[in-house]
């Protein structure tokens, strides 16, 4: 009798301590491993605005831009901000902005750089009333240095004539510009 119970006994425990091992096979963590990831939908948009408004300042109180929008919209996935028509003044603490415009932007999750998209326009009128427009396909900006870039078309109009070249480098605190390939120029006889 005794032996037949104990027979039973190791007979269970065999199958639980087999079911026990098979069942952490099942569900061992290498087994998750093998999972797929699940998808993350890089469009998917967890904020957004309409009609947006935004000025910064500089240290030293002085009207460093301001920038308005039709729509702002905050990609969740990679933090990149989509803009719909921005317009910006990049004042630097002048009466004189740089006018800034496109069809769309997009900004970089730290705010350092802006890349414009379709019909990009600066303009700038200076003290002397003197007015200069850049017009390309693309352009990066990055507000904080002042400095605008473009490996496109341009076509500076200004100072009584028309320049044309591919590849700029604008540096919009000192006012200066470099053309860097295909430069041509059409100026006003006086």
Known sequence: MF???FRNIVLFSVIAALLGAIGYWNIS?????DQPVAQVDESA???YAIN???VQFLPDGKLQYEMTADKVEHLKASEVTLLTTP?????????????????RGEVNPDGSEVELIDS???????DKDRTTII???????????????????????GAGGVTTGKG???????????????????????
């Open 3 to 5: 032996s037949k119970k």
């Open 29 to 33: 963590p290498e087994s998750f491993l």
């Open 45 to 47: 948009i967890d904020y």
């Open 52 to 54: 947006a408004h935004s």
């Open 87 to 103: 317009d910006l003044q990049m004042y630097r603490g002048t009466p004189y902005p740089w006018h800034v415009q496109s069809v």
């Open 120 to 126: 990009v326009r600066i303009a700038r009128t200076d």
């Open 135 to 157: 017009t390309s396909s693309r352009m990066t900006v990055f507000p904080q240095k002042q400095y605008a870039q473009t490996e496109q078309d341009v076509r500076i109009d």
């Open 168 to 190: 700029m480098k604008a540096y919009l605190k000192d006012s200066r510009i470099n053309l860097l390939s295909n430069v041509r120029g059409q100026y006003e006889a006086r």
